[in-house]
């Protein structure tokens, strides 16, 4: 039995493989935030090739909050149709179906520059504006927005929600002193960094059903003296396991500008870590493509969850491929059948 393709149960959600499509920008959205066909062929190709959870890229949940103006939205409901339509299609293809609410904070790059907003006014580098210092009321209209994005992630028949608190947008930036310089409830000790965050977890619970399981996508360190480091983040995620985050997507970086010399696998490290002194499900990513690493990492029990970003873009079957590698017999769409096995050619 493969430990890769070993079903996992989260919540009331039923997962069948331990593949997990990470989520990445595709910056194709229309300027309104909806689907277009791109979304629907890219997504749906992911979910024929049988990966387990298929997570959408990052999804603003109100127009500043976008990285780019080619990003998808769900802050009208006028996006629903489109995400809809992705939803049901991996369904029908046997994938659990997952999206990532974002908010871009002080790393947005839209038009409206006076509308780039962040923790304190300190800009990622001297290329991107410097951001609004946000109000009480401001913070209150996000935590709102992530509330709303849920209940409309429910609507559009979701499976799962990830909160995207990693790679310096709005929560990160409020997680790490090195962008969260506030003196008022939302700065200065680790508590009160965390409050944001903990009260959008808190309106998300309110929304969303509880039997569906909510993810946290995380930077585990910022690799930068006086940010974020592992140990930190190690403490922060225990307070999140209590607020009620069901698995922690882990990542690092994204705060400042750094250098890390990324090899095949090496975030697991963190992941790890985290999954064992946290006790927390825990996905981990990382230029990740061979198959064997993939079962070794879920075999040995360092990530409940192996998530694959570039190699899916290459390879959209690649859980067929891997399954066939790692002799495990996987279904294929019936489309596909006639390709299950490779047979002598004839006529």
Request: aromatic share 8%.
């Amino acid at each position: 039995m493969s430990a890769l393709f070993s079903a996992i149960k989260i919540k009331e959600i039923t997962i069948s493989n331990r593949i997990v499509m990470a989520p990445m920008c595709q910056y194709t959205a229309a300027s309104d935030g909806l689907v277009t066909d791109w979304h629907r062929i890219h997504y749906g190709a992911r979910a024929v090739g049988k990966v387990g959870l298929i997570l959408l890229e990052a999804t603003g949940v109100e127009p500043r909050g976008r990285i780019s103006e080619k990003d998808l939205g769900i802050w009208d409901d006028n996006q629903l149709h489109g995400l809809k339509q992705i939803v049901d299609f991996g369904h029908e293809q046997g994938s659990v179906m997952g999206i990532q609410l974002a908010h871009a904070g002080r790393k947005s790059d839209v038009s409206d520059k006076a509308s780039i907003i962040g923790p304190s006014p300190v800009p990622y580098d001297n290329t991107y504006t410097i951001p609004r210092e946000m109000t009480k009321r401001e913070i209150d209209e996000v935590i709102q927005s992530f509330a709303t994005a849920a209940k409309r992630a429910d609507e559009a028949g979701f499976d799962i929600v990830e909160l995207h608190g990693a790679h310096g947008y709005l929560i990160h930036s409020f997680l790490s002193p090195l962008s969260n310089h506030r003196t008022d409830e939302y700065g200065e000790t680790r508590e009160n960094r965390l409050r944001l965050l903990k009260e959008i977890i808190e309106a998300v619970r309110r929304v969303w059903p509880v039997n569906k399981p909510i993810f946290l996508r995380i930077s585990a360190s910022d690799f930068t003296e006086g940010g974020i480091d592992l140990e930190e983040t190690i403490e922060m995620m225990k307070y999140v396991k209590e607020w009620g985050i069901d698995v922690i997507d882990v990542s690092i970086g994204g705060l400042v500008p750094i250098n890390v010399d990324a090899r095949p696998g090496y975030l697991v490290k963190f992941a790890e870590q985290i999954k064992q002194q946290v006790g927390i499900p825990t996905v981990t990513a990382g230029l990740i493509s061979e198959p064997e690493m993939a079962e070794e990492i879920i075999h040995n029990d360092r990530a409940d969850f192996v998530a694959l970003g570039r190699e899916l873009l290459r390879n959209p079957q690649w859980p067929l491929h891997a399954a066939e590698r790692l002799g495990y017999d996987i279904d294929w769409a019936k489309q596909y059948l006639r390709a299950k096995h490779k047979l002598p050619y004839s006529r």
